[in-house]
């Protein structure tokens, strides 16, 4: 019995260079079969990069979600840490003074807050070094740091505090 190259190779001889293409039925450079081959070599690996691009897309996606996600995680704990500190006499109404600063039970609650911490009332002494420092620190404060409206409004903490400690 004759192999399958023996049968096709009988009845047709191509000259060197070229081979027998069986459909289009002539001696050819690159027959049908091997540019159908190529092509489809070409297109797996086309899509062989359509994949990549998508798993680079899926993963950049996969990224963005767990930043999102870790970002809310952190809200949460900023959230749940805020809720716990806002019991603190020092940060409601009723550990501050109505006249400017903390009250004792906010300079308590503080303290209790802040280990080592050492809160003392507002000293109205002139040679005080303690009172002499704070005014200077609390009035750089008001001029950089509020707004014109705050910072001559009569009733806003800053300036209830540097009247308490006489500055």
Known sequence: MKSFSQ???EGVSCPEGTKWCTKCAKCLEVPCQDKEMKEAAGSSAAEDRRDKQLQKRQLMLNRQKLQLQMKKVAKAKQTDMYLQTEGAAWTKKSGKNSEGGLNEKGRKSYEAENPGSDLKR??????????ASFCARMKGMKRKLTSKRTASDPDSRINKSLRAWNC
């Open 122 to 131: 507002p000293s109205k002494k002139a040679g005080n070094p303690r009172r």
């Open 7 to 9: 049968f096709f190779g």
